[in-house]
């Protein structure tokens, strides 16, 4: 006779709320002795290697409103194109660069900034080289699971058209969507979670 199994059930997927700004960066919520600073707010200091630049933008829903409960967290190589991870078999990264960084969005504006360095090129899965890029990882209310994208900047227009990701987007009208805009030391980086804009967002 063949034994009946006992399968769990899937936990069903909940939104973030505002527990994840709680626990994830409680100074911003006002709740002190936690931590001395929120984990991830400071990526670079002063013997950091590499052009200093700021990313900065809002997270807009599907009516134009910015969202001002999101948290981002962002992920890059350093300004020669190394990860600060164990798992970095090519050389060492810089120390004195974290690779990653997290930010809630303002309050007032929604606005979210990061002071980082503008990362270097990584090779594909087949050794081509993927343009300069940052990993971003976005939550907010209404959002059940978190959404992937990517920053690709538009002062690396040769290098972008050779990034194996980009040259994969079908609609090449949609590119754009993951391009951040230099302004002075800055690059301003929108996203969109629906409508005519929508932000390309990764399966990851």
């Known amino acids: 006779m063949v034994q009946k199994l006992e399968c769990l059930k899937e936990t069903p997927s909940q939104t973030a709320g505002p527990y994840v700004h709680i626990g994830c960066t409680p100074n911003f919520c006002g709740i002190a002795g936690v931590y001395e600073a ?3 707010v400071a990526m670079v200091n002063e013997k950091t290697l ?6 900065r933008g809002r997270v807009f ?3 134009g409103t910015p969202l ?3 948290l981002l967290e962002i992920w890059q190589a350093d300004s020669n194109g190394l990860y600060n991870s164990p798992s970095e078999l090519r050389g060492a990264a810089d120390p004195n660069f974290t690779g990653w960084g997290r930010c809630p969005t303002n309050m007032e504006t929604g606005e979210f900034i990061f002071e980082t360095v503008k990362p270097g090129q990584v090779p594909f899965n087949d050794g081509r080289l993927m343009a300069p890029h940052v990993s971003v990882w976005i939550v907010a209310r209404g959002i059940n699971i978190g959404l992937q994208t990517r920053i690709y900047f538009d002062d690396e227009e040769a290098a ?3 990034d194996p990701i980009l040259m994969r987007i079908e609609h090449k009208n949609r590119v754009p969507t993951l391009v951040a805009k230099r302004e002075g030391s800055a690059f301003v980086f929108d996203i969109h979670l629906q409508g005519d804009n929508e932000t390309i967002f990764f399966d990851v």
């Open 50 to 55: 590499g052009e200093r630049i700021t990313i």
């Open 38 to 40: 929120d984990l991830g």
């Open 160 to 162: 972008n058209a050779q």
């Open 61 to 63: 829903d599907g009516t």
């Open 68 to 70: 001002r409960d999101a």
